[in-house]
């Protein structure tokens, strides 16, 4: 086992961190839900587009940097490391983009592709709806073909960034007779087509980061359909797996997050035994955590799909991640009890600790042990 890198990677390394140096806003962007956030995240995105950041992962010919898993982790660190903005067009960027590169026909890339490096155009994904979370294939939503157009009829929720998305990405039924995995479509909607109604959620932390999306009658060209009519099921698998593959690079994003939680432990507490005892107890469970994330680096440079190990990592991340929060909230004392709402410290006591979303997105908890149980230990199959 050589965990080192080889001299292009560390020259790379290099690379990304001298550039992340300069460019990196020293002052954190107001979030995204505000108009002024908005438009700030949109101006860092591009920043990243015109240095040939946008997506280093996608293949050259589609405009990103054609890097393997090792190297588009090794930016990644780098760039958790640098503290920089959270990615605004991420699901463009993750799961739409690259299942486009795999699914899509030559007019369907051009048309889209660039524009979601630049961030002209940002994206949402429509998959879950009411009754159809963990168990995707119950979806409901119509999509009846009609001549070349289908209309669009039913519910999405949890839409992550629709109040401000320009296009969905969305999972419909479009042979309701075919079973269940079959006869779902995967189509690109236009997010400010007429019949289109994005209801935000107000969430327990304050937050409105997702929102119901109604689609009563709405006309798609049938030309926006990616992969085959009724083929959607398999598309949103390679949209899934991308999902799965590009959460990867979290080791250094607890690293940050420990780094927020020592800077809230108050002055007269920093030098308390407990304390430090606490800290270098987080510092090794993400030591640890290191060392999974690398094995399913290590499947993905092989050209195998990680499976199991992915289920492994993505449990033990939201685990460890509700951990951190709550060690936060413990350092600093009766102060995470006292905090105003709207001036929680670094979020970290509404939009964090109450939101819990981690256990719950890209596949809950429970999921990712069934699948280690069945998958992994060899246990029967649940009902
Ligand atoms: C922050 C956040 C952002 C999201 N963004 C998006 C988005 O942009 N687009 C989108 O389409 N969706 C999004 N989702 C939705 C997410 O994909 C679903 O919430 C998730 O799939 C779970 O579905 P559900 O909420 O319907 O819960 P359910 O599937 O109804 O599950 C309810 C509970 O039952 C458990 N459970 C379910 N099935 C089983 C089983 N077989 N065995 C054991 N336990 C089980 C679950 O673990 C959970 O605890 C987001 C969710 C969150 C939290």
Not at 41 to 69: C, D
Not at 107 to 113: S, V
Not at 343 to 363: D, E, K, P
């Amino acid at each position: 086992m050589d965990l080192s890198l080889t001299p292009e990677q560390a020259s790379f390394r290099s690379e990304v961190r001298a550039w992340l140096q300069e460019h990196v806003p020293t002052e954190r962007l107001a979030p995204p839900g505000t108009p002024e956030g908005l438009e700030q995240h949109r101006a860092w995105e591009r920043t990243l587009f015109e240095a040939g950041f946008a997506a280093v992962h996608w293949p050259s010919e589609s405009g990103g940097r054609g890097l393997g898993p090792i190297e588009t982790s090794l930016f990644y660190d780098e760039y958790l490391a640098a503290g920089a903005p959270e990615r605004l067009n991420r699901l463009a960027l993750g799961l739409a983009g690259p299942t486009l590169i795999e699914c899509g026909t030559p007019e369907q890339r051009e048309r889209w592709l660039s524009r979601m490096l630049s961030c002209d155009d940002l994206w949402c994904q429509g998959f879950s709806e009411p009754g159809a979370g963990s168990d995707l294939a119950a979806l409901r939503t119509r999509g009846v073909v009609d001549g070349d157009r289908l209309r669009v009829s039913g519910q999405k929720i949890w839409t992550s960034h629709s109040r401000f998305a320009d296009w969905i990405f969305a999972l419909v039924r479009t042979d309701p007779d075919a079973p269940r995995h079959r006869g779902i479509s995967f189509v690109m909607i236009d997010r400010h087509s007429p019949g289109v109604d994005v209801r935000p959620i107000k969430q327990m932390n304050h937050a409105s980061s997702f929102a119901e999306v109604w689609f009563d009658d709405v006309d798609v060209p049938l030309a926006n359909v990616v992969g085959d009519l009724h083929d959607g099921w398999r598309v949103a698998m390679v949209a899934l797996t991308n999902e799965r593959s590009s959460n990867l690079n979290t080791a250094a994003h607890f690293e940050q997050l420990l780094r927020e939680v020592v800077d809230m432990v108050p002055d007269d507490r920093r030098q308390d035994p407990r304390v430090l005892e606490r800290i270098g107890r987080a510092h090794e469970e993400i030591e640890a955590y290191r060392y999974v994330t690398l094995r399913t680096l290590t499947e993905l440079s092989q050209g195998r799909r990680p499976g199991v190990q992915s289920a492994m990592g993505k449990l033990w991340w939201s685990q460890m991640q509700t951990r951190l929060h709550e060690l936060g909230l413990e350092l600093m004392g009766e102060d995470a009890e006292l905090l105003d709402p709207a001036q929680a410290t670094n979020g970290f006591v509404h939009r964090y600790w109450l939101g819990r979303a981690a256990h719950i997105y890209a596949g809950s908890d429970e999921i990712q042990r069934n699948i280690l149980a069945e998958r992994w230990l060899g246990l029967p199959k649940g009902r």
